[in-house]
């Protein structure tokens, strides 16, 4: 009879739980002069689903001061929004208008 071998107990291991945030960016609409309040109001609800008051804020603070953060979030989801502000295309009402308004991504402070 063979007696049984006996291996040592494996080293305890201790794991540290490291939570990660992902980087968050602005997407920032910039001021053209060619585009009316209702068309960045409207452009606000469709692409985002901000309501009016808050798409009227949105545009007002763009034309004062030429620019206005309308979104931080993860950088796809930020690229998605910009592309979809590039591609809303030329405001009706506007006669200077030639296209849809612009936009950036910029990192967001941590």
């Avoid at 949105?58 to 004062?64: G, Q, T, Y």
């Avoid at 979104?71 to 591609?87: N, S, V, W, Y």
């Amino acid at each position: 009879m063979t007696t049984p071998l006996t291996l040592p107990a494996p080293p305890e291991i201790e794991y540290e739980e490291v939570t990660r945030r992902m980087p968050m960016y602005h997407v920032i609409l910039l001021d053209d002069d060619a585009h009316t309040y209702e068309y960045v109001i409207v452009m606000l609800l469709q692409i985002f689903g901000y309501p009016p008051e808050k798409g009227y804020a949105m545009a007002k603070e763009v034309d004062k001061t030429g620019r206005c953060i309308v979104l931080t979030a993860p950088l796809e989801r930020a690229e998605f929004k910009r592309d979809q502000i590039h591609a809303f295309g030329a405001d009706p009402l506007s006669a200077k208008s030639a296209g849809s308004m612009s936009a950036v991504i910029e990192p967001a402070p941590s």
